[in-house]
């Protein structure tokens, strides 16, 4: 009993780690309902993620040397080899949209010409389309929480209850990090660069599952201690380069009333 109560601190632990790049998206992605809407839609959205999460689960415990079996060889030694799988597919379609979905937020706030603009004048995505997408990108995410949940324990209720309380948390947290997006907005930015990262993350782990080599270079994963360590550096650039910012701009405020 109290290994079973162990494991389960464990894999919610887990969950809460490796939940962090899926609540950043939920939060940027939900942005895109309409404002009244918002709300209702992470909790939805997250809602539905947890019991397909289950499902999911439940499905790779049975079925999980299918995911892992090869369904497409690429032969061109020298160019590009690979031995793709099911799970290889899903977690490169995955990064792939990610690395899009990040670049058409940037771009577009690049492209705005008055701020206030940004948010109300944008059209908005129906509330089905935008819950849809936190959904299929929660399964997308929930493969890595998953296999390692399974690498702990075989059973099924512990991982059953630690994908519940995750997602439980979830939608408590991703009230929060709207709402702290929303109020500071520069940071709406470094949320998206974070974005990107996640789906490079996401490329790379897909292709090490592919086997994949490009030019007979093997593609690597990038690991977790790099994620973090990138986003570290990525955080102190954005606060340093936020308060020089605003010393500039205390400074060009002195010198006209000067």
């Not at 296999?147 to 099924?156: E, K, P």
Request: a neutral charge; aromatic letters at 10%.
């Amino acid at each position: 009993m109290v290994e079973n109560i162990f494991t389960l601190l464990m894999l919610i632990l887990l969950q809460v780690v490796l939940g962090f790049d899926n609540l950043l998206y939920i939060s940027l992605e939900s942005k895109n309902a309409p404002k009244e809407k918002q709300h209702y839609v992470r909790k939805v959205g997250i809602a539905l993620a947890i019991i397909l999460r289950i499902v999911l689960l439940f499905v790779l415990i049975f079925l999980i040397d299918y995911f892992q079996a090869p369904v497409l060889l690429l032969p061109f030694e020298g160019i590009i080899e690979g031995n793709f799988n099911i799970h290889s597919f899903i977690v490169l379609g995955g990064g792939i949209f990610i690395i899009y979905t990040a670049m058409k937020e940037i771009w577009h706030l690049v492209g705005v010409n008055h701020m206030s603009d940004n948010v109300e004048d944008v059209k908005k995505n129906s509330v089905g389309k935008v819950i849809t997408m936190i959904v299929i990108m929660n399964i997308v995410f929930s493969f890595d929480s998953i296999l390692s949940a399974i690498a702990l324990t075989n059973v099924f209720w512990i991982m059953a209850i630690a994908i519940v309380i995750g997602g439980l948390l979830m939608i408590l947290m991703a009230d929060k990090v709207s709402n702290f997006l929303e109020k500071n907005r520069m940071y709406e930015v470094l949320g998206l660069f974070i974005l990107f990262i996640v789906g490079i993350m996401l490329l790379t782990e897909g292709g090490h599952l592919a086997h994949l080599k490009l030019f007979g270079n093997e593609i690597t994963p990038m690991s977790k201690t790099t994620f973090y360590f990138v986003i570290g550096i990525l955080v102190i650039t954005d606060i340093v380069q936020g308060r020089y910012q605003k010393k500039l701009i205390a400074e060009k405020k002195s010198v006209k009333k000067d």
